[in-house]
């Protein structure tokens, strides 16, 4: 499976040890940035992330900043990514398997390193879980997805 992984300056640190430890479970990684923890914009690395994955160059996408919100915010921009942000296992797993994200957000500034590549590991290893509930709210979130300007304008209407 590939995985595009992403942060900011404030997830620099953290990105490196995940990579380091998920290579060495045997994960195929591609670093898109920011290499360096000068301070930089959340959105150029999301979406850089979100597109690999939206396009199928990547199958999952990882990202982390501060809090995991902004870049779960600006992942989600891009159509085709359903970006979840967690700060713990289980929430990764259920956002896997229930809803079939595909990009999962951490927070250096809120999660351990330890607790970041268990969630990492969680997310990447769960399988969405299909069954007729769970897919039809994620093809509901697609129908979304896709109307995205008329839902802006006029309000969804699933």
Same mark, same amino acid.
């Given at each position: ?14 990105? @490196?040890? &995940?990579? @380091?430890? &998920?290579? *060495?479970?045997?994960?195929? &990684? ?16 999301? $979406?850089?992330?979100?597109? !690999?994955?939206?396009?199928?160059? @990547? ?16 992942? #989600?921009?891009?159509?085709? $990514?359903?970006?979840?942000? $967690? ?11 229930? #809803?079939?994200? #595909?990009?999962?957000? *951490? ?9 970041? &590549? ?21 093809? !509901? ?10 839902? @802006? ?6």
């Amino acid at each position: 499976m590939k995985v595009a992984i992403g942060s900011d300056h404030a997830g620099v640190a953290m990105k @490196a040890s &995940l990579i @380091a430890s &998920l290579r *060495l479970d045997g994960w195929e &990684l591609t670093d898109v940035g920011a290499h360096i923890e000068e301070s930089c914009d959340y959105p150029e690395y999301a $979406v850089a992330v979100a597109r !690999q994955v939206a396009s199928g160059e @990547a199958d999952r996408g990882v990202l982390i900043c501060g809090t995991g919100v902004g870049m779960a915010i600006a992942a #989600n921009k891009v159509r085709g $990514v359903r970006a979840a942000s $967690v700060s713990e296992p289980v929430s990764a797993a259920l956002a896997r398997s229930h #809803n079939d994200a #595909n990009v999962v957000c *951490l927070g250096a500034r809120i999660v351990g390193p330890e607790v970041a &590549l268990e969630v990492v590991r969680a997310f990447l290893s769960t399988a969405f879980s299909g069954g007729e509930r769970h897919t039809r709210r994620v093809e !509901q979130i697609r129908r979304l997805d896709n109307r995205r300007d008329d839902v @802006a304008a006029h309000g969804p209407a699933v």
